[in-house]
């Protein structure tokens, strides 16, 4: 019988972290059945892949594309960059469980996405949504303990009853029975930020019950509490038994650009007492989330309408914008000082310019205090706003993708398919680049990284620690998610103010067998699967 496909001629990066090995690369249905040079057989079909490298599909350790896979299932901005697989349910958040119509997380999610249709409620019924949908890559689903805690308490600020807690626990269970990979917390977003740590312990502890799943962890901070929010991520894992993701890993703000060093140490430290810890980052000096998180975590409890309710009435507004100062006047977020002129619009669909300009910015252009155009944006946009807020230090973003524990997770609010004129908004560049920057700038251009560890971390590192036995690696027998792509041309073409530019080098990419890139002409079809965790 004859191969499906026959990759010949390329350099195999197999994803172990070891050297290229010129080989040819045979698929049958849905697995790598031989890996070897100079392979004998017919196929029906062949790629001439001499001059590129052949590597497994890579895995984004860190999505937020659940709130859009069913309106753009096809992952288009991410599948190709050649990623093959995205773990979502980050930072606290997963669509379910939810109540019928969504409640409270629906109105929360609005920045994300206002298309989808919350007709499930369990976090097993979400899921088969997620199968129902014609994926093109695959999904890891982790599910989110800000939305635990607002399936049983809502955004209420304060410890959870005896009940509540135990109802957590049940929903928690429910998820990982039902196929999640873990738990995750945002613990500088509402509701999570109002969570103790002996809540999340308890969690964890229900966790610990299934070996190999993960507690994924936006910690409490990542200025100037970096290294006591490390520790409490330390404290979870010891103390409930779990292996721990710190995500996205960096130290904000130029006052804490030092602390990396530290961080990267206390991560060590933790190792060599045996604590299962390592991290993800993305290889950008700005980060993004929704423009609301900038505001007092007070401002949140009860909710998205609540909080639309406060910012305009005047008593409490003037209560939000003399609380959220420092003693200079300096606005202070969650990681420190904020800079208007580094707070770029990322997406605001509703108020006309707004997109594409800082604060400072929008602020000069209506002659108001910065502090005033967040929130008359916020209230004008019904808080669906995101921002991109440059925070790191080029060097630290280096060091860390250096750290042989540090894997690649794009962090990605949304997601696009289709032409790219026909893209809206200007989200971080990420979304459509990131893969391709570690390949084109950290490794050709830099030389931070050898093509061998970038894939590494990219593939085989990264399966290993979600535990997929049968991908990250090129191997017979491996799920056939691979990629081709040029060295000499791979990179990314997005840019703050200009997005939505799909990469180039990116020639091939194959989703459990299927061919969705083909000589870099993307052709969508439902190749995915949601994964099912090994334990």
């Given at each position: 019988m004859p191969f499906d496909w026959l990759i010949r001629g390329g350099d195999v990066l197999d994803g172990t972290g070891g050297p290229a090995v010129r080989a040819d690369v045979a698929v049958e249905g849905e697995r790598v059945v031989a890996v070897a040079p100079g392979l004998a057989g017919e196929a029906r079909q062949v790629v001439d892949a001499r001059g590129a490298f052949v590597a497994p599909g890579f895995i984004d350790m860190h999505a937020h594309s659940d709130f859009s896979l069913l309106a753009v299932p096809s992952a288009e901005a991410k599948v190709r960059q050649g990623v093959t697989t995205e773990v979502t349910g980050m930072c606290g958040f997963?669509?379910?469980?939810?109540?019928?119509?969504?409640?409270?997380?629906?109105?929360?999610?609005?920045?994300?996405?206002?298309?989808?249709?919350?007709?499930?409620?369990?976090?097993?019924?979400?899921?088969?949504?997620?199968?129902?949908?014609?994926?093109?890559?695959?999904?890891?689903?982790?599910?989110?303990?800000?939305?635990?805690?607002?399936?049983?308490?809502?955004?209420?600020?304060?410890?959870?009853?005896?009940?509540?807690?135990?109802?957590?626990?049940?929903?928690?269970?429910?998820?990982?029975?039902?196929?999640?990979?873990?738990?995750?917390?945002?613990?500088?977003?509402?509701?999570?930020?109002?969570?103790?740590?002996?809540?999340?312990?308890?969690?964890?502890r229900v966790m610990a019950a299934r070996p190999g799943r993960l507690y994924a962890s936006h910690i409490r901070g990542e200025g100037p509490t970096l290294e006591r929010a490390i520790a409490e991520a330390i404290e979870i894992g010891e103390q409930g038994g779990v292996p721990v993701q710190v995500s996205h890993l960096k130290a904000c703000?130029?006052?804490?650009?030092?602390?990396?060093?530290?961080?990267?140490?206390?991560?060590?430290?933790?190792?060599?007492?045996?604590?299962?810890?390592?991290?993800?980052?993305?290889?950008?000096?700005?980060?993004?989330?929704?423009?609301?998180?900038?505001?007092?975590?007070?401002?949140?409890?009860?909710?998205?309408?609540?909080?639309?309710?406060?910012?305009?009435?005047?008593?409490?507004?003037?209560?939000?914008?003399?609380?959220?100062?420092?003693?200079?006047?300096?606005?202070?977020?969650?990681?420190?000082?904020?800079?208007?002129?580094?707070?770029?619009?990322?997406?605001?669909?509703?108020?006309?310019?707004?997109?594409?300009?800082?604060?400072?910015?929008?602020?000069?252009?209506?002659?108001?205090?910065?502090?005033?155009?967040?929130?008359?944006?916020?209230?004008?946009?019904?808080?669906?706003?995101?921002?991109?807020?440059?925070?790191?230090?080029?060097?630290?973003?280096?060091?860390?993708?250096?750290?042989?524990?540090?894997?690649?997770?794009?962090?990605?609010?949304?997601?696009?398919?289709?032409?790219?004129?026909?893209?809206?908004?200007?989200?971080?560049?990420?979304?459509?680049?990131?893969?391709?920057?570690?390949?084109?700038?950290?490794?050709?251009?830099?030389?931070?990284?050898s093509w061998a560890e970038a894939v590494h971390k990219m593939t085989g590192q990264s399966a290993a620690r979600l535990g997929l036995r049968d991908r990250g690696v090129v191997r017979p027998g491996a799920a056939a998610d691979l990629v081709v792509f040029d060295p000499e041309t791979v990179a990314d073409r997005a840019t703050y103010q200009d997005p939505h530019r799909y990469p180039s080098g990116i020639r091939w990419v194959w989703v459990n067998g299927g061919a969705v890139v083909e000589e870099g002409r993307f052709h969508p079809r439902p190749t995915g699967r949601v994964l099912t965790p090994a334990h």
């Amino acid at each position: 019988m004859p191969f499906d496909w026959l990759i010949r001629g390329g350099d195999v990066l197999d994803g172990t972290g070891g050297p290229a090995v010129r080989a040819d690369v045979a698929v049958e249905g849905e697995r790598v059945v031989a890996v070897a040079p100079g392979l004998a057989g017919e196929a029906r079909q062949v790629v001439d892949a001499r001059g590129a490298f052949v590597a497994p599909g890579f895995i984004d350790m860190h999505a937020h594309s659940d709130f859009s896979l069913l309106a753009v299932p096809s992952a288009e901005a991410k599948v190709r960059q050649g990623v093959t697989t995205e773990v979502t349910g980050m930072c606290g958040f997963s669509p379910a469980p939810a109540p019928p119509g969504g409640g409270l997380l629906r109105e929360w999610a609005a920045f994300l996405s206002t298309a989808l249709a919350w007709d499930w409620t369990s976090f097993g019924s979400w899921l088969d949504r997620l199968r129902q949908a014609g994926l093109t890559a695959n999904v890891v689903p982790f599910v989110g303990h800000g939305t635990l805690r607002i399936a049983t308490m809502g955004f209420a600020q304060r410890p959870p009853t005896a009940d509540e807690q135990r109802r957590m626990a049940a929903l928690l269970a429910d998820a990982l029975d039902a196929g999640a990979f873990g738990l995750s917390t945002g613990l500088i977003y509402a509701p999570s930020v109002y969570a103790e740590t002996a809540e999340l312990v308890a969690l964890a502890r229900v966790m610990a019950a299934r070996p190999g799943r993960l507690y994924a962890s936006h910690i409490r901070g990542e200025g100037p509490t970096l290294e006591r929010a490390i520790a409490e991520a330390i404290e979870i894992g010891e103390q409930g038994g779990v292996p721990v993701q710190v995500s996205h890993l960096k130290a904000c703000l130029k006052a804490n650009w030092p602390k990396m060093g530290e961080a990267l140490r206390m991560l060590d430290d933790a190792r060599r007492r045996r604590v299962d810890i390592a991290a993800d980052m993305y290889p950008y000096t700005a980060g993004s989330t929704t423009l609301a998180s900038l505001l007092p975590p007070w401002v949140h409890d009860g909710g998205a309408t609540t909080l639309l309710r406060r910012l305009a009435d005047p008593v409490t507004r003037r209560r939000v914008l003399d609380e959220g100062r420092g003693p200079e006047g300096e606005w202070l977020g969650a990681n420190g000082p904020v800079a208007w002129s580094d707070v770029l619009i990322a997406e605001c669909p509703t108020v006309p310019g707004a997109e594409g300009r800082t604060l400072a910015e929008v602020a000069a252009a209506r002659q108001i205090e910065p502090a005033h155009a967040m929130v008359d944006l916020l209230l004008e946009a019904g808080g669906r706003v995101s921002m991109i807020h440059f925070l790191m230090l080029d060097t630290n973003v280096a060091r860390g993708l250096q750290y042989p524990h540090v894997t690649i997770g794009s962090d990605n609010l949304g997601l696009c398919g289709g032409p790219e004129e026909a893209h809206v908004g200007k989200p971080h560049p990420r979304q459509h680049g990131c893969f391709a920057k570690i390949l084109g700038t950290y490794v050709r251009e830099q030389g931070t990284l050898s093509w061998a560890e970038a894939v590494h971390k990219m593939t085989g590192q990264s399966a290993a620690r979600l535990g997929l036995r049968d991908r990250g690696v090129v191997r017979p027998g491996a799920a056939a998610d691979l990629v081709v792509f040029d060295p000499e041309t791979v990179a990314d073409r997005a840019t703050y103010q200009d997005p939505h530019r799909y990469p180039s080098g990116i020639r091939w990419v194959w989703v459990n067998g299927g061919a969705v890139v083909e000589e870099g002409r993307f052709h969508p079809r439902p190749t995915g699967r949601v994964l099912t965790p090994a334990h």
